[in-house]
C-alpha cells in the first residue's frame, strides 16, 4: 500500500549541496571561478525536480527518469512551481526580532548615543505584550522574505517562544542577560534555555545569552561557560562587535574580546559570536586552538550604517574552519530583516574588503545563506540543504519578474538581482506558512494596528531611565 506525502512539489528547480563532494585547495589567483574551492562543498542546480515531504522531512529530491510521475504519486498537498527555484530556506543567525517595534527611531548616530539615548532608555518600557507584537511582526516580515529559521537574543523569551510556536517558525532562543542584574539575571537565562530546549515539536532549540564582554563580567561568562557544559548548551553571545571595541578593551584589560572569551573558557564550548568585525590578528591562533564548535554570525547592513572601519572577516574565519552565517541583526539599526539583502551585501562588502572581485562569489553567498548558517545556529544536520532526511524547510522563489530576467548565472541571479519580495511559498517541517505570498499562521493588520496603540508609551523618554550603559 502506498501512503500519500504530505507534500509534492513538481517543476522547481532546486539547489542542491554537495555536502560530500572532494573540496578544491585553494591557490592563489585561482579556486574562486566557479565558486567552488576554500572550504566550500558545491553548490548546483536540478532543473525540472520534484520534491517529496513525508513527516516533516525531505523524503526525496529527484529529475529525469528517476522523478516519479506527479500523476502517480498521491500527495496531501501539491504545489506547481515551474518557473520557481526551490532553496533551503535561509537562516537569520542574530537579531533581536522584538526590536522591529524601534524600526527607524534611532537614525543616524553613533553607536554610543543610539545605545544610551534612545535604544536602552525604550527598552526600560517594554512590557511583554510589546515583545509579543513585535516577535509576530518580525516573524511575518522573515516568513515572506523566506527565512524559516532565525537565532534570537532579547528579553522576554517565554513570549518569544510562545509566538514561535504559533507561527510555525524555527528559532535557536536565548534570554538575554547583564551582568548589572546580578545572579538572577543568568539564572533566567539558565532557566528559559532549559524549559524550551526542543519544544514546538523541536523546532525551538534554545542557548544561554549572555549580551557581551562589556556588560557581563569575568566570573559571570565563567560561570557560563561551566553551565553550558554541564547542561550540553550552546552560547549565543556579542563579542568584539567592531574594531572600538577590540581596542578599548586592550586598553583597560591587555586582552581582546576574544581573549576574554578564550579566558572565561567560553571558547571551549558551542560559541555563536555575534557580528565580530573587531576581530583582530591576534585572535586569530586564539580561535584557532578553540575546543568548541564556534561560529560567527555578520550583519554588514548595520556595520556600513554606524561607519564601522572593518567587517567581519569572512576569508580568514574560513581558514580556521570557523561558519559565518548570515543575519540581520534587529530592525533597530538594519531597518530590515531581510536576508537577501544581507546575502547580497557581505558579497559586495568581502569584494570591497578583499579588493578582489572573485570573493565572495555568488554560489559562497548561497552557501553562506543556507548550509553555513544553518551550522552556525547549530542545526547544520538538520537543515540547510535540500537533501533526503533533512528537516522540510524550503522556499519557492519566483524568477519570472522583468528584474530577474533575463538569467544567464542561476546563482548571481538569486543573490544580486532576486529580492525578499520574489519568495512565493515558505515551508517549515513540511508545514505551508506562505503560499503565493498570502501568510498563513499570523494576522499583520490586527498585529499593525494593536503596535501603533502603544506606541506612546514604548517610546516615551522622559523617565531618564535606561536598562544599562553603553560604555565599551
Not at 591557490?27 to 576554500?38: H, L, P, V
Not at 538575554?176 to 539558565?190: K, T
Not at 570557523?322 to 547580497?344: F, K, Q, R
Amino acid at each position: 500500500m502506498t501512503y500519500a506525502a504530505d507534500l509534492v512539489i513538481t517543476g522547481c528547480t532546486a539547489l542542491v549541496h554537495d555536502e560530500h563532494g572532494q573540496e578544491r585547495a585553494y591557490e592563489q589567483g585561482s579556486g574562486y571561478g566557479e565558486g567552488y574551492g576554500d572550504g566550500y562543498e558545491r553548490i548546483g542546480f536540478v532543473e525540472d525536480a520534484t520534491i517529496v515531504v513525508r513527516g516533516g522531512r525531505i523524503e526525496s529530491v529527484t529529475t529525469g527518469p528517476s522523478r516519479p510521475s506527479p500523476v502517480g504519486l498521491p500527495a496531501v498537498e501539491r504545489i506547481d512551481a515551474r518557473g520557481q527555484v526551490a532553496m533551503p530556506g535561509l537562516v537569520n543567525c542574530h537579531t533581536h526580532a522584538p526590536m522591529v517595534t524601534l524600526r527607524g527611531i534611532a537614525e543616524d548616530l553613533p553607536i554610543e548615543q543610539w545605545f544610551n539615548d534612545v535604544v536602552w532608555p525604550i527598552e526600560s518600557n517594554l512590557q511583554e505584550k510589546d515583545v509579543e507584537l513585535g516577535a509576530r511582526l518580525a516573524c511575518a516580515e522573515m516568513i515572506r522574505g523566506g527565512v524559516t529559521c532565525f537565532a534570537d537574543h532579547y528579553f522576554s523569551m517565554d513570549t518569544v517562544a510562545a509566538v514561535i510556536a504559533e507561527s510555525g517558525m524555527r528559532a535557536n532562543l536565548g534570554q538575554a542577560f547583564f551582568s548589572s542584574q546580578g545572579a538572577e539575571g543568568r539564572e533566567r537565562s539558565l532557566d528559559f534555555a532549559l524549559r524550551h530546549r526542543d519544544t514546538a515539536d523541536g523546532r525551538i532549540t534554545t542557548s544561554l545569552a549572555p549580551h557581551a564582554p562589556y556588560t557581563v563580567d569575568d566570573a559571570d561568562l565563567a560561570a557560563t561557560a561551566r553551565l553550558a557544559r554541564e547542561h550540553g548548551l550552546p552560547v549565543h553571545i556579542h563579542a568584539a562587535e567592531n574594531r572600538d571595541q577590540a581596542e578599548t578593551s586592550l586598553a583597560r584589560h591587555g586582552r581582546t574580546p576574544i581573549e576574554v572569551l578564550a579566558g572565561a573558557g567560553l571558547l571551549d564550548t558551542d560559541l555563536l559570536i555575534a557580528h565580530g568585525t573587531g576581530i583582530m590578528e591576534r585572535d586569530l591562533p586564539v580561535l584557532a586552538r578553540a575546543t568548541g564548535r564556534i561560529a560567527v554570525a555578520s550583519a554588514p547592513r548595520g556595520y556600513l550604517k554606524f561607519a564601522w572601519p572593518t567587517t567581519t572577516p569572512v576569508r580568514a574565519l574560513r581558514e580556521l574552519g570557523i561558519p559565518v552565517g548570515l543575519a540581520t541583526d534587529g530592525a533597530a539599526s538594519n531597518n530590515s530583516l531581510d536576508v537577501w539583502e544581507s546575502m547580497a551585501l557581505t558579497a559586495l562588502v568581502q569584494k570591497f574588503t578583499e579588493a578582489d572581485p572573485r570573493r565572495l562569489t555568488s554560489r559562497q553567498a548561497l552557501h553562506h545563506a543556507t548550509l553555513q548558517s544553518a551550522r552556525a545556529v547549530g542545526l547544520g544536520e538538520r537543515i540547510g540543504s535540500l537533501a533526503p532526511g533533512r528537516r522540510a524547510d524550503i522556499i519557492l522563489v519566483d524568477l519570472t519578474g522583468p528584474h530577474t530576467q533575463p538569467v544567464h548565472d542561476l546563482a548571481a541571479t538569486l543573490v544580486h538581482s532576486a529580492r525578499a519580495g520574489d519568495v512565493r511559498t515558505t515551508i517549515v517541517d513540511g508545514r505551508i506558512l506562505m503560499r503565493d505570498r498570502e501568510l498563513l499562521t499570523l494576522d499583520v493588520p490586527a498585529v499593525v494596528q494593536e503596535m501603533n496603540e502603544r506606541m506612546p508609551a514604548l517610546i516615551d523618554r522622559s523617565h531618564g531611565k535606561r536598562i544599562q550603559d553603553y560604555d565599551s
